[in-house]
């Protein structure tokens, strides 16, 4: 789907708490503020966008959803950015979806990977939680976040294979996604280049089913002078689904 002038309909978008992740601070939400982050860019106001779905959900509640893929901005000159996206969504009181977190990230050009039919998860549906509270279920996200960092600075290939739902996708260093734990775990094989980062989720929130959520929050080196360091102000964006055995698994990171 290619759009006419993508800022004001992206902006207009965001739920009043939605943040546009990016190197503000958290605090800095609504349409207000991802309007001004999207205008930092003096040609985002004259430039088109074209989105292309890659994967979309819904929570057993169907108040809740995401989706991710692609979003090239096209240039008045014609020039085309090529990026992907991540959205985690809300219906609100009065029927319409709105985005509670949203990011946006630069990717290599070239074709695009859709994900295989034999690749998406079967027909058993969400799994609803015992609880209604969606204040523990949170927690219970966050947690699982928090065993996430700690598990990849014993091993990023296999933390990141491990908290892989198993139809999980990852960005990768093409143009594309990485589909399911395996090829997620080839985008870190071979020697690593440090102990891998950190990472603190900071805001983060879950369906009324508890089925799904997301967390978000910065990126840091794990020790000083040891592998890459994050650029500043960097955050994570993870999207989280229940599965059947009640454990918390990514479905994009």
Do not use: C
């Amino acid at each position: 789907m290619t759009t006419g002038e993508f800022v004001t309909p992206l902006a207009s978008l965001f739920a009043p708490t939605g943040v546009y992740i990016n190197s503000d601070p958290l605090s800095s939400r609504g349409p207000a503020a991802a309007r001004a982050w999207l205008e930092r860019d003096s040609l985002n106001p004259r430039s088109t966008a074209r989105w292309t779905i890659v994967r979309h959900d819904v929570s057993a509640d169907g108040r809740d959803g995401y989706s991710y893929g692609y979003l090239d901005v096209i240039r008045p000159n014609g020039d085309t950015l090529p990026g992907k996206y991540h959205a985690y969504w809300r219906r609100n009181a009065s029927g319409s979806w709105q985005l509670l977190a949203f990011s946006r990230g630069r990717r290599v050009a070239g074709p695009i990977a859709q994900a295989a039919p034999e690749w998406l998860r079967d027909s058993a549906g969400p799994t609803r939680a015992a609880t209604s509270d969606t204040l523990m279920v949170l927690r219970e996200i966050m947690e699982t976040e928090r065993a996430f960092a700690n598990d990849v600075g014993a091993g990023v290939q296999s933390a990141f294979m491990k908290y892989a739902a198993p139809d999980g996708a990852k960005m990768d260093r093409g143009p594309g996604y990485s589909f399911g734990r395996t090829a997620i775990g080839e985008l870190f094989a071979g020697p690593a280049p440090g102990p891998g980062p950190f990472w603190t989720p900071e805001v983060g929130s879950a369906a009324a089913s508890g089925d799904l959520g997301f967390t978000t929050g910065p990126v840091s080196a794990r020790r000083p002078g040891e592998g890459p360091s994050p650029p500043p102000g960097a955050k994570y964006f993870t999207i989280w689904r229940r599965m059947p055995g009640g454990e918390w698994r990514y479905v994009i990171d």
